[in-house]
Protein backbone atom coordinates (compact mmCIF):
# COMPACT_ATOMS: atom_id res chain seq x y z
CA UNK A 1 0.00 0.00 0.00
CA UNK A 2 1.30 3.62 -1.41
CA UNK A 3 0.93 6.20 1.11
CA UNK A 4 0.43 9.57 0.22
CA UNK A 5 0.49 12.79 1.99
CA UNK A 6 -2.44 13.61 3.70
CA UNK A 7 -2.20 17.26 2.23
CA UNK A 8 -0.84 17.67 -0.81
CA UNK A 9 -1.10 14.00 -1.85
CA UNK A 10 2.08 13.79 -2.95
CA UNK A 11 4.46 10.94 -2.27
CA UNK A 12 6.24 10.97 1.20
CA UNK A 13 9.98 10.91 1.13
CA UNK A 14 12.52 10.32 4.29
CA UNK A 15 10.87 13.15 6.04
CA UNK A 16 7.69 11.84 6.45
CA UNK A 17 5.72 13.31 9.64
CA UNK A 18 3.06 11.61 12.00
CA UNK A 19 -0.19 12.85 13.54
CA UNK A 20 -3.08 11.53 14.78
CA UNK A 21 -5.82 13.67 15.74
CA UNK A 22 -9.12 12.90 17.59
CA UNK A 23 -11.95 13.16 15.65
CA UNK A 24 -14.64 12.76 18.94
CA UNK A 25 -15.02 9.16 18.30
CA UNK A 26 -12.23 7.97 16.61
CA UNK A 27 -8.62 8.52 16.41
CA UNK A 28 -7.64 9.56 12.19
CA UNK A 29 -4.46 9.08 11.75
CA UNK A 30 -2.71 11.60 9.34
CA UNK A 31 0.63 11.74 7.33
CA UNK A 32 2.20 14.55 6.00
CA UNK A 33 5.46 15.30 3.63
CA UNK A 34 6.83 18.14 5.15
CA UNK A 35 6.25 20.11 7.77
CA UNK A 36 4.52 23.21 5.57
CA UNK A 37 2.20 20.48 4.21
CA UNK A 38 1.22 19.88 8.09
CA UNK A 39 1.06 23.58 9.13
CA UNK A 40 -1.18 24.52 6.12
CA UNK A 41 -3.48 21.95 6.62
CA UNK A 42 -3.89 22.60 10.36
CA UNK A 43 -5.12 26.14 9.33
CA UNK A 44 -7.49 24.84 7.02
CA UNK A 45 -8.80 22.56 9.58
CA UNK A 46 -8.98 25.49 11.81
CA UNK A 47 -10.47 27.84 9.42
CA UNK A 48 -13.15 25.25 8.51
CA UNK A 49 -14.37 24.51 12.25
CA UNK A 50 -14.58 28.33 12.95
CA UNK A 51 -16.66 29.06 9.74
CA UNK A 52 -19.02 25.99 11.06
CA UNK A 53 -18.94 27.24 14.80
CA UNK A 54 -20.19 30.71 13.04
CA UNK A 55 -22.72 29.39 10.76
CA UNK A 56 -24.02 27.31 13.55
CA UNK A 57 -24.26 30.27 16.50
CA UNK A 58 -25.92 31.87 13.53
CA UNK A 59 -28.22 29.43 12.45
CA UNK A 60 -29.51 29.27 16.57
CA UNK A 61 -29.13 32.64 17.27
CA UNK A 62 -26.61 32.98 20.27
CA UNK A 63 -24.68 35.59 18.50
CA UNK A 64 -27.39 37.39 18.41
CA UNK A 65 -28.87 37.23 21.84
CA UNK A 66 -25.48 37.11 23.95
CA UNK A 67 -24.45 40.62 22.06
CA UNK A 68 -27.68 42.20 22.91
CA UNK A 69 -28.38 41.50 26.43
CA UNK A 70 -31.12 39.62 25.83
CA UNK A 71 -31.89 35.89 27.56
CA UNK A 72 -30.34 33.40 25.73
CA UNK A 73 -32.68 30.42 24.73
CA UNK A 74 -30.15 27.95 23.51
CA UNK A 75 -28.11 28.03 27.06
CA UNK A 76 -30.69 29.15 29.20
CA UNK A 77 -27.76 31.99 30.27
CA UNK A 78 -29.71 35.34 31.10
CA UNK A 79 -27.88 38.12 30.40
CA UNK A 80 -28.02 41.73 31.69
CA UNK A 81 -26.95 44.91 29.35
CA UNK A 82 -23.06 44.81 31.03
CA UNK A 83 -22.88 41.38 29.96
CA UNK A 84 -22.73 39.60 32.96
CA UNK A 85 -25.18 36.46 34.90
CA UNK A 86 -28.05 38.26 36.71
CA UNK A 87 -29.73 35.99 39.27
CA UNK A 88 -27.92 32.54 39.26
Do not use: I, P
Amino acid sequence: MKFKCSHCRGKLGLGVRFRRLWMGSWWQHLRFCSKRCEESYETEVRSKNRQLRWQLARKHGTVREHNSGQDCGVCGDARTTSGGASGR
